[in-house]
């Protein structure tokens, strides 16, 4: 089914329906490992359908395992049974290897075709709401690929080793969100959480230029960007954040959802920031329902505001605090 995403997102905020970053907790449902869901498309593909019919989430999202483009350019992978895969080991150490990095070809590289397949399924079997896709933001990316430390460092000590890197990620990623547009999905949540760790000018060099040409590239009436960042350092980059070009912007629980609310603007939805560790995974339903309520309430004045979960939604969540936050979502007598 096809939407105008830019007018969904215009009615996104008053429909009052939440938009979690909700997809491994489908694991369970599924009766299947959180390996297997990372291996195996149709898996996937079941998770998501199976979480679009149990909620009303404004969006079926599909899996955000953000290991899977460092993994297309060749970085090792831990993939533990039940754990999501993480990146282990370094790929580039210097300029010269970041230049010679050959981009890979989105669809034949590891598990990209796989997971493109999946939101290609989820979109045909998923009629009743948009479907979006996750991908890794440039300099996250770039960070896996360097390690995250060290890509910290070289932003000050080898500002040219890190942008030509960023120039190899920005390439795969447009054709990677590309490839998901070609596929029928409505649009990406683009996960940049780490530089959410940069000061605001060393984000507007390292980040921004390069969030802002993958959106230039894919984003139109029907194929949207929502842009995620859980950094602390977040509201101190809401003016460089403002102007990334983003349909949307997604906040962690690091922050005060109000603060960025303040300053992001108005006239694009900003979803957030129940904790996903706190609230999903070791809250109880009660708990739940306090913190959502709290959070509609903080917020109720800003037109813009819909409610989310601060990032993914980690896979051992429990299904009794996930049906409690669309329970207290929904409960209209609320704000």
């Known amino acids: 089914m096809s939407y105008n995403m830019r007018e969904w997102l215009a009615a996104l905020p008053a429909s009052k329906r939440p938009l979690p970053l909700l997809s491994f907790p489908s694991a369970s449902l599924v009766g299947a490992s959180v390996y297997r869901f990372t291996h195996d498309a149709a898996a996937q593909t079941e998770g998501i359908v199976r979480i679009a019919a149990r909620t009303n989430a404004a969006a079926a999202i599909c899996m955000m395992d953000l290991s899977v483009e460092a993994e297309a350019f060749g970085c090792e992978i ?13 790929l580039i150490t210097d300029e010269d290897e970041a230049r010679a990095l050959n981009v890979p070809p989105v669809g034949n590289a590891n598990r990209t075709g796989l997971y493109i397949e999946a939101a290609r399924n ?21 960070g896996r690929l360097m390690d995250v430390s060290e890509a910290l ?7 040219d080793f890190v942008l030509a890197a960023l120039e190899k ?19 990406i949540v ?14 507007e060099v390292f980040s921004a230029p390069f969030v802002r040409r993958i959106i230039e590239a894919v984003q139109d009436d029907s194929f949207i960007v929502i842009y995620h960042n859980c950094g ?16 949307a912007y997604h906040f962690g629980d690091a922050v005060d959802l109000t603060a960025l609310l ?6 694009k939805p900003v979803c957030g920031n129940i904790s996903p560790a706190d609230q999903f995974l070791n809250g109880t339903p009660d708990s739940m329902e306090d913190a959502v309520r709290a959070l509609r309430l903080a917020c109720e004045a800003y037109p813009n505001f819909v409610l989310s979960s601060g990032c993914d939604i980690p896979p051992h969540a429990k299904w009794e605090n ?11 007598k609320q704000p």
């Open 169 to 187: 990620t920005t390439e795969f990623l447009i054709a990677y969100a590309q490839a998901y547009k070609d596929a029928g999905v409505h649009g």
């Open 153 to 159: 460092v070289n932003c000050i000590a080898d500002e």
């Open 122 to 142: 989820a979109v045909q079997r998923i009629g009743d709401r948009p479907v979006l896709a996750g991908i890794i933001g440039p300099f996250s990316l770039a």
């Open 232 to 247: 602390p350092n977040t509201p101190f980059m809401a003016e460089s954040l403002a102007g990334n070009g983003a349909a």
């Open 190 to 203: 683009m996960a940049e959480p780490l530089a959410g760790l940069l000061s605001p000018a060393l984000e």
């Open 322 to 332: 996930i049906d409690a936050f669309f329970r207290a979502a929904n409960d209209d």
């Open 262 to 267: 303040n300053t992001m603007p108005q006239d």
């Open 78 to 90: 831990l993939s533990e049974e039940d754990e999501v895969p993480n990146v282990i080991g370094i």
